[in-house]
Every structure is written in C-alpha cells, then in structure tokens.
C-alpha cells in the first residue's frame, strides 16, 4: 500500500477513536446530571474512563501494536498495583460513621 | 534458546543486551516513566476519595460544566493533532508534522489557560489550599494538588513539544522522538479522563 493511502487510513482510524472518545466523555457530563446516588455515579463514571484510557492506550498510545508480552507486561504490572492501593477504603468509609480509631 | 547479548552496534565492542521486547529503549523508557505516572496520579486520586469519602461537610462548588467541557474537549482534539504530527512525521512530512506539533503545543497552551482562569475565579470565591467557604478544607488542598499536577505535566509537555518540534525541523530529532514524546501528550490526556469525573463533575452542584 502506497504511504499517502496508508496515512489516509490511519487517520480515518485515528479520527474514529476521537469520536468515540468525544461521544465517551460527553457520557460522563450526561452521567454528572443524572439523579442517583454519589455511589452510582461514581461507579458509572469510573466505567466510562476506563473504556476511554483503554482507547486511548491501545488506539492512540499504539499499545496494540507492541509485542504481546509488552502489552501484557504494562497491562499486568499497571493493574496490579493500582488494585493494590484500593486496601483503605474501608478505613475511609470508618471515618464517616465516626468510629473511634481503635475500631 | 537464543542469543541474549549481541555485539552489534556497540562502542568498544562491548556485548550489549537487546532490547527488551523488542522495541527502543527511549520509548521503553517512557512506557516506564508514563507507568510510574501512572501510580502517582492514582495514589493522588486513591488519597483524594479517601478523604472525600471521611468529610460529612464536602463541598460541591461547580455550578457550570462549560469551562470544563471546553478544557476536555481541547485536551481530546490534542491528542488528534499530536497523532496527525506522528503520521506526517512517518510519512517524512516535515513541514506537516511541525505544523501539527506547534498545533498541539498551542492547543496545551489554550488549555493551561483556561485551567488558571478557573484556578483565579476559585481562588477569587475564597478559596485556598486549606479553606474554602463551602466546606471541609481537605477540597481545595485535595483539587489543587492533583489538578495542579495535571497543570504542571500539561507545562512540560507544551515545552517539550516546542523544543522536541524546532529540533524535528532542524534535523536533529526523527520520528521515532515523535512518537515518544506522543505517548507524553497521550497519557497526559488519558490523566485528565479520570481527573475530571472524579473532582469536577462528582463535585457538581446540583
């Protein structure tokens, strides 16, 4: 395939994902408005930047086009340790009922 | 089992290991630098819930999405300009993705604007790093302390854009810095998908 019509693809392929990167953080605005709960909301809107970042890395970052054993390296290790900073959240919902720190 | 060391390509001679996952060091190194990154902005966010989620008096101060909207919509059309820069840059475009990097770094430039106008409006209302007139301190030293990282990645990022860019013109950086430098605007994009739900639009009054 000639480089222009190569370049001419890509792009429609990089215009394709803006798109829906768009379409996804508007969603998050739409989700802002809605009338539930902070825990609802919050769940929702997490989902929603979690497809938009993986957009983003695959698409745009070009992780899809790395090795696999790259993709997962970054994949596993970034997941790893980002699930492991989630241990305190029970402690922070303990500081809203007030209990004494001993509890 | 194959060769791990090769020879080629190295000063004195010396075995050299290759690269790992076969790919180049400068943008194996920025995978890196960007996962580290990655860690600190989440620990930012991890602290900012925990606290948020311990005050009974959190404030909720935004009462319009406009400026927010404009900023998130100028960071997205970036990372297009910045992908434009890349493609231009491989198809050996240098005037295109010069034109496209210089693009990208005034569209970081509008966006740090508009990130201080609302920084000043906030700080106008009585806001500051360890009171605020709506609730618990923790928010204003919670919101300026992971927006104003954000704000400082955006600033470097604008500078690097502009010198990486002159160099690419003068010849002495290729594409492969390009798109390093790239997965920098992108990332500092992806950032500021969970920067805004989580402390403007959960922050929302209603």
New interface residues.
């Given amino acids: 395939m000639p480089?222009?019509e190569r370049?001419s693809d890509?792009?429609k392929n990089?215009?394709v994902v803006?798109v829906c990167?768009?379409a996804l953080?508007g969603l998050?605005?739409v989700?802002?408005?809605q009338?539930i709960d902070?825990s609802h909301?919050?769940l929702r809107?997490?989902a929603?930047?979690i497809v938009?970042?993986g957009l983003?890395?695959m698409f745009?970052?070009?992780l899809w086009t790395?090795?696999r054993?790259?993709v997962l390296?970054?994949l596993i290790?970034?997941i790893f340790?980002?699930l492991g900073?989630?241990f305190?959240?029970t402690?922070?919902?303990r500081?809203?009922s007030g209990a004494p720190f001993s509890k | 089992m194959g060769p791990s060391v090769t020879s080629v390509g190295a000063p004195h001679g010396a075995p050299i290991e290759q690269s790992?996952?076969?790919?180049q060091s400068k943008k194996l190194a920025m995978?890196l630098f960007i996962?580290a990154d990655?860690?600190t902005f989440?620990?930012c966010l991890?602290a900012y819930?925990?606290?948020r989620?311990?005050a009974?008096d959190w404030p909720r101060p935004f009462h319009s999405?406009v400026n927010v909207?404009l900023m998130?919509?100028i960071l997205?059309?970036s990372?297009?300009t910045m992908?434009?820069a890349l493609?231009?840059a491989?198809?050996e475009d240098k005037p295109g993705a010069f034109r496209w990097i210089m693009i990208t770094a005034a569209a970081g430039i509008l966006f740090a604007l508009l990130h201080i106008r609302e920084w000043l409006a906030l700080i106008h209302e009585g806001m500051t790093l360890f009171k605020n007139p709506w609730g618990t301190g923790l928010f204003g030293a919670s919101f300026f302390s992971i927006t104003g990282l954000h704000l400082t990645h955006v600033t470097c990022g604008v500078i690097a854009l502009i010198v990486v860019g002159v160099r690419y013109r003068g010849g002495r950086y290729n594409a492969d810095d390009i798109?390093v430098l790239?997965?920098y605007w992108?990332?500092v994009?992806?950032v500021w998908?969970?920067v805004?739900?989580?402390v403007y639009?959960?922050n929302?009054a209603?």
């Fill in positions: 480089t222009a370049k890509g792009i990089d215009l803006y990167l768009l953080a998050q605005f989700i802002a408005y009338h902070a909301m919050f809107m997490l929603v930047a938009e970042a983003a890395v745009f970052m070009h790395e090795k054993g790259f390296f970054v290790f970034t340790v980002l900073m989630q305190g959240w402690d922070s919902f500081m809203v | 790992p996952y076969g790919i995978w996962i990655t860690m989440a620990a991890v819930g925990f606290v989620n311990g009974s999405i909207a998130t919509f997205l059309t990372s297009l992908l434009f493609r231009s491989k198809a798109e790239g997965l992108h990332f994009d992806l998908m969970f805004v739900p989580f639009l959960l929302l209603h």
